[in-house]
């Protein structure tokens, strides 16, 4: 037990990276490599649990790959990293189980299998990491991984071969940019700052502040991490891979990219730009701010126009997003304006908004998995009737829109009551107009969708629905998440305490710094 | 019972038992309905526990630890307006579900129908005694979606599917900015609580210097607007009529849309006293009241009128909680309150008889019926004297009320003076003669005249079953003893609920016949101009009609339509144009983004253009280097410009591997050996992937399109060298780089003498790994291209891609 607690950051890694190979090896044995990756895959939601609740009790946990300390390579877990990795490990672990029976079973064997732990390790390692050349390793293997499942066979394909491999492009190219873009900034900041620890680049950057000697282009380089992390997260104008990529992908994959992956982005805008760049806050707030309204209306907007219930999921996903960029650019404006406690407020409510996005999001996805094999179609317009034939989904998808939509009691309304709160407290008024503004598009485009797939009745011409209902694997995960949804709305004081406390750090990281630098020599 | 515990099982009793319906059906059956109405009648017992501290003027109070982290808590507070609401609306729901059990057909989904009404009973009980913003708001959009579930009951009928998307987007999008209303009223007064700010005089005086009343007003009153459909917010009301109509009985006419007012009544204390008040809500109330009452002259559906006179009746009570003034604030408080409980007793019976005509005569068209008196007497005696109540024909409980908002009318003009003085007791009478010109046109329409022998109508119509006609005949009871005894009522839940809420609140005199005092005169005058008009009513109607037909914009369901109905294709038209779909266009943006950024510090920090690159720049360079520059350029250039993608990206690699050529000339063999195998790797990838795209030729770019690619090209290319000169500088003094700790520990840490295999294997071994799972993952990535390629080889062999 001891050994486990001393490892526990780089088991959450070494696990799924070591499972990958022994998923190769195991391809000709399905069973036993089912059964392997699930054992995997609910131990390192234990191990998540365990590790959120060791930080929570007793403090930042720092692990050293070697002992070399801030010259090497150090694994950190805060509270942020800690509930990030078991937002990643619970939603990989339900998308996994789901997968058995949606991923068709040869694509399965061979390399879904191997690709989906690779991709868990990815991001349990962006998360873990406390060095930022390390953060973009890992952000290539999580990228890499994400985008070789894109392509993964789904039993009843409902996309054609040519789409995915368009889709796919798009995803690698446009993230490939900003890869190299953050290469660009990670090399740059070591040249003038001379390290990759993100602990001590955080001082050494607060240090140039205070003596008011930092160089322009160290803000240029903060900037660039916008485009880095705000490509990841789909901010306007980075967003474009993902209404293209979200539908095409296999429906548990997209509900990993929607409620982890394009959180990794807002997870790297909380720990580099706001640790690392915590003096920049007044030049870069604002325009997150900005990005983020914008990112709000388009997404809402275009969600409306959609026919594709995958298509719908996607634009929400931006606009949602767009919620949570909201509230760090409030927050960044609030801070450099002297409002600490507001500025803590403020990224509590975009972290609460961010939970309550990811399991809603990943539900929905996986739910309209559940819609498409039983409709055999995408187009909600050749769907109809559903509430008769295929209960349980409507059911699932009522909750996520609810949430989605910020109606009470589901754990979204939680999250828009903390974030507009805390925004109008602190006089965000015209944000929070129009993210008001946005929130009757969400209802509208949320419920329309609803009523369309399962309201009225099906077109005769499109024929009949399939008989096969989703089966126990499927319904199992989504069910599980709706009643994470809905438990995150009535019992929502302990997520509220996390975020409060996550936010603290955020904004005043030294004790984060402290951890990580004041080292104890074995 | 303690009353903190009755109030709380009866604002959850319904939520939980709600969810036992679908497996009580199994074994009771379409009787479950009983069941129903049993629960609602234990939340209507339970809640008259509460009456003896209202009357008491000691209001329920209680909390419950919910979100402290928020600063909120879920509170209870049981006063005589929450009292009076509770029971209104448990004591319908208890008439509602019996009735249901003979309207509704056994054939039907009956679980899901008990079903929702319970959450709906429990979210109405939610709303009347929560303490705070936050609680209101969440059993508000509760309401919002039971009342969109029972809207929408009927679901594969598409007009029920539209009304319910109108009720939930007006009802659910006011409540949103009500929330906001509420959200702001917390910045001012610091607080959630609503009777802690109506009782604390300091947080009234802050509220009221405040610069945010206004919008606190305006907001919250919007929400209570949208939810009593008033204003251009009534046009949800009409639609949500394709309900089964013991559902517009209890949600649509005694209930839900009371919400609104219940929401004015009880902020009523907080946000009243104020022109703004009087004219937001008065103005509101009586443009609706006799736009409404006027309106309904149109309509041939009798729910259709019900609908269009509910509309009217909440304006009436929107208009008397409006009236008020600051030297006397709660002037209309009594009368409303008043009218909103007759409200109920006779608007809930009129549309039980409608639901019981549509039943037994099969349509609910105006104009097809006629003539009923003789074939159902008892119905006929019930509506009219239901309809009676409604036109405020003395002795019923609607004349009593209505004899009071005359009063109150003429009191509140004479305290704002000028032409207010005439103009309230006008308006006042206009909406009285609507009502009752519709009021006889119910009954003459339905029961009177000659009996029509239209084709959708029975030969032979059958007087209601008991069942149905039970609840009505005791409403009309109580109408009647309303009337004759108003002061059982008065004192046991009017008195109660005012006084909580008013201060000073003076004690109702009620009497039938105060002497010829004005409202009396104004009470003829209603009457006779009432029944002299309603020879012209269907010239009204028509006259509506063709100037419907000639101005169609003048409506608010026309502007509705247009937005909702087009929403969807003006949506995809703008997704099409932000969203076109090749990836050329998405790269320019992010590209100029970059430039944004890297250019706005220079803005901000107002760096001037001869200090963005360092000084003493050194150009010199050698022959071979300036080749190997030049050729790096040309493939870089081919690769942007090459009109076809397979020689486009072999000249992308070849960028790569003269790169690698320089990491050799720069001495960094180990260097060149990698960035060979990334590239080779990473152009078999891009030639897999490339070959399932079309192969066609690119268009020729005209030239302006590559001037300005080449432009923001070179933008990109300049910021980013700007950046790496800059950072190439060296290390900001006075910190030093890892090299100086990587060369003295090197041997001492890990016994390595080559310091880069140390830093590779050693100081950063795991970035090491993770690069091998990058590499492996390529591989990986590549083995699922050429596997997929080759499943879709197979598909086109079996002819199904093209």
Not at chain 2, 456 to 476: C, G, I, K, N
């Amino acid at each position: 037990m001891s050994f486990l607690m001393e490892h526990l950051p780089i088991l959450l890694v070494a696990i799924p990276l070591l499972m990958a190979p022994i998923m190769i090896l195991t391809r000709s044995y399905p069973g036993l490599q089912k059964v392997l990756n699930l054992v995997a895959s609910v131990g390192l939601l234990a191990l998540s649990g365990l590790l959120l609740s060791s930080v929570w009790n007793g403090g930042i946990t720092v692990y050293e790959v070697g002992e070399f300390g801030k010259y090497g390579i150090v694994l950190v877990a805060d509270l942020l990293s800690a509930s990030m990795v078991g937002l990643n490990c619970l939603i990989g672990c339900m998308g996994l189980i789901y997968s058995y029976d949606y991923i068709e079973s040869k694509s399965l064997n061979l390399t879904y299998h191997s690709l989906y732990n690779l991709m868990l390790a990815g991001i349990n390692g962006i998360f873990l990491t406390g060095d930022i050349f390390n953060l973009f390793v890992f952000f290539e293997i999580m990228l890499l991984s994400s985008g070789a499942l894109i392509v993964a066979n789904e039993t009843s394909s409902v996309t054609k071969i040519s789409d995915k491999m368009e889709a796919t492009m798009k995803y690698i190219v446009l993230n490939m940019l900003g890869s190299n873009v953050m290469l660009i900034a990670v090399a740059s900041l070591y040249a003038s700052i001379g390290s990759l620890n993100m602990a001590d680049i955080a001082i050494k950057v607060q240090i140039l502040a205070d003596a008011g000697t930092m160089p322009w282009h160290m803000y240029a380089i903060g900037l660039l991490f916008i485009i880095v992390f705000g490509g990841k997260a789909a901010v306007f104008p980075l967003h474009y891979w993902l209404p293209d990529v979200h539908p095409t992908a296999p429906s548990p994959i997209s509900a990993m990219l929607s409620g982890v992956i394009i959180k990794i982005g807002a997870y790297g805008i909380l720990r580099v730009l706001f640790v690392i760049f915590a003096p920049l806050q007044a030049v870069f707030g604002p325009i997150i701010l900005m990005l983020a309204l914008i990112t709000i209306g388009l997404g809402a907007t275009s969600a409306i126009g959609q026919n594709d219930v995958k298509r719908l999921l996607a634009y929400s996903s931006v606009s949602q997003i767009g919620y949570v960029f909201m509230g760090f650019g409030m927050g960044a404006i609030a801070y450099s304006s002297g409002e600490v406690t507001g500025a803590v407020l403020i990224i509590a409510a975009s972290f609460v908004y961010l939970v309550n996005h990811a399991l809603a999001k990943s539900m929905l996805f996986l739910t309209s998995g559940g819609i498409i094999h039983h409709a055999g179609t995408r187009d909600m317009r050749k769907m109809g009737g559903m509430i008769n034939s295929d209960p349980a989904m409507c059911v699932a998808f009522l909750v996520g829109a609810m949430s989605i939509g910020g109606v009470p009691p589901m754990g979204g309304f939680i999250a828009k009551f903390s974030l507009f709160d805390a925004g109008l407290r602190y006089a965000f008024y015209i944000p929070i107009a129009i993210a008001l503004l946005f929130a009757v598009f969400t209802l509208f485009y949320m419920f329309r969708g609803w009523m369309l797939m399962f309201w009225g009745e099906r077109d005769p011409q499109y024929g009949e629905y399939s008989h096969h209902k989703s089966s126990l694997l499927m319904v199992g995960p989504i069910f599980l998440l709706a009643a994470l949804v809905l438990i995150f709305g009535i019992f929502a004081e302990p997520l509220l305490e996390i975020s409060q406390t996550i936010a603290a750090q955020v904004i005043d990281p030294q004790p984060y710094i402290d951890a990580v630098l004041v080292r104890v020599i074995r | 019972m303690d009353p903190f515990n009755a109030i709380v099982i009866a604002v959850f009793l319904p939520f939980i038992l709600a969810w036992t319906l679908p497996v009580l059906y199994s074994v009771f059956k379409q009787r479950i309905g009983w069941i129903a109405a049993g629960i609602a009648f234990t939340c209507f017992v339970l809640n008259a526990q509460v009456i003896p501290y209202a009357m008491a003027g000691t209001p329920v109070q209680g909390s419950w630890v919910w979100l402290p982290t928020a600063g909120l808590s879920f509170d209870i507070y049981g006063d005589g307006m929450a009292a009076l609401l509770a029971l209104i609306v448990s004591g319908v729901g208890v008439i509602i579900m019996s009735y249901s059990n003979g309207y509704m057909s056994t054939k039907e989904d009956l679980p899901r129908y008990y079903q929702w009404l319970l959450l709906f009973m429990g979210a109405m009980l939610g709303i009347a005694y929560t303490d705070n913003t936050i609680q209101m708001f969440i059993f508000w959009e509760l309401t919002s979606i039971t009342s969109f579930m029972l809207i929408g009951y009927w679901r594969e009928r598409p007009e029920s599917v539209y009304g319910a998307t109108k009720a939930f987007l007006i009802t659910a999008g006011g409540g949103l900015l009500m929330f906001a209303g509420f959200l702001m009223l917390r910045v001012v007064t610091g607080t959630y609580g609503i009777s802690e700010v109506a009782q604390s005089q300091e947080l009234l005086a802050t509220l009221h210097g405040s610069e945010f009343y206004v919008a606190v007003l305006i907001l919250v009153f919007l929400g209570a607007a949208s939810k009593s459909a008033q204003g251009p917010f009534y046009i949800w009301l009409p639609n949500a009529m394709e309900a089964p109509t013991p559902v517009s009985a209890f949600l649509h006419s005694a209930t839900m849309v009371k919400a609104g007012v219940y929401l004015v009544a009880r902020m009523h204390p907080i946000l009243s006293g104020t022109p703004e008040w009087l004219i937001l809500v008065s103005g509101t109330g009586m443009i609706t009241m006799v736009m409404a009452g006027f309106m309904a002259f149109r309509q041939t559906d009798i729910k259709a009128i019900l609908a269009y006179s509910t509309i009217s009746q909440l304006a009436y009570l929107m208009t008397m909680y409006g009236y008020s003034t600051a030297e006397h604030p709660g002037l209309g408080f009594a009368a409303a309150t008043f009218h909103l409980l007759n409200h109920s007793t006779f608007k809930a019976t009129l549309f039980l008889v409608a639901g019981i005509v549509a039943h037994e005569a099969t349509t609910r068209d105006i104009r097809k019926l006629g003539g009923l008196r003789k074939e159902m007497p008892k119905t006929f005696i019930v509506a009219v004297i239901a309809a009676a109540s409604m036109a405020g024909v003395p002795p019923l409980n609607g004349f009593l009320s209505k004899e009071m908002f005359y009063e109150t009318s003429v009191e509140i003009g004479h305290l704002v003076g000028g032409p207010w003085v005439y103009i309230f007791p006008v308006v006042a009478v206009a909406g009285g003669v609507f009502t009752l010109m519709y009021s006889i046109r119910l009954i003459d329409g339905i029961f009177l005249g000659e009996r029509t022998h239209d084709p959708d109508v029975p030969h032979h119509v059958h007087e209601a079953p008991w069942v149905m006609l039970a609840p009505a005949v005791f409403l009309v009871g109580l109408i009647i003893f309303f009337g004759l005894y108003p002061k059982f009522p008065i004192d046991y839940l009017i008195q109660p609920a005012y006084s909580g809420l008013v201060p000073h609140a003076e004690t109702l005199h009620i009497k039938h016949w105060h002497g010829f005092t004005l409202p009396f005169i104004m009470t003829v005058v209603t009457f006779v101009t009432g029944i002299l008009l309603y020879k012209f009513y269907d010239t009204l109607a028509a006259m509506q009609n063709s100037f419907n037909a000639k101005l169609p914009w003048i409506s608010v369901n026309y502007w509705y339509d247009a937005i909702v109905n087009n929403a969807k294709g003006i949506c995809k038209k703008f997704a099409n144009v932000t969203q076109p779909g090749p990836l050329g266009g998405y790269i320019k943006i992010v590209q100029l983004f970059m430039i944004f950024l890297v250019a706005w510090p220079l803005y901000y920090l107002g760096v001037g253009a001869a200090s963005i690159l360092p000084a003493g720049m050194n150009f010199a360079s050698e022959p071979y280097e300036i080749v190997l520059y030049a050729l790096i350029i040309v493939s870089a250039l081919g690769a942007a410009i090459i009109p076809r993608y397979l020689p486009a990206v072999l000249s992308l690699s070849a960028v790569g591997f003269l790169v690698s050529l320089l990491y050799m000339y720069l001495k960094a063999p180990d260097l060149a050996m990698t960035q060979v195998c990334v590239e080779t790797l990473s152009t078999i990838i891009f030639i897999l992937v490339i070959i399932k795209i079309p192969q066609k030729f690119k268009e020729p770019m005209p030239a302006g399109k590559v001037m300005v690619n080449l432009l923001i090209s070179g933008a990109v290319a300049f910021s980013v060298f700007a950046i790496m000169v800059n950072a190439g500088i060296g290390i900001i003094a006075p910190f030093e780089s890892l090299s100086h700790y990587f060369m003295e520990y090197s041997l001492q840490l890990t016994g390595g003498l080559n310091v880069v295999n140390v830093i590779v294997v050693d100081f950063r071994g795991y970035d090491t790994i993770g690069e091998i799972s990058v590499l492996s993952l390529a591989a990986l990535g590549v083995y699922n291209l050429i596997l997929s390629r080759a499943d879709s080889g197979s598909a086109a062999e079996g002819g199904e891609e093209e």
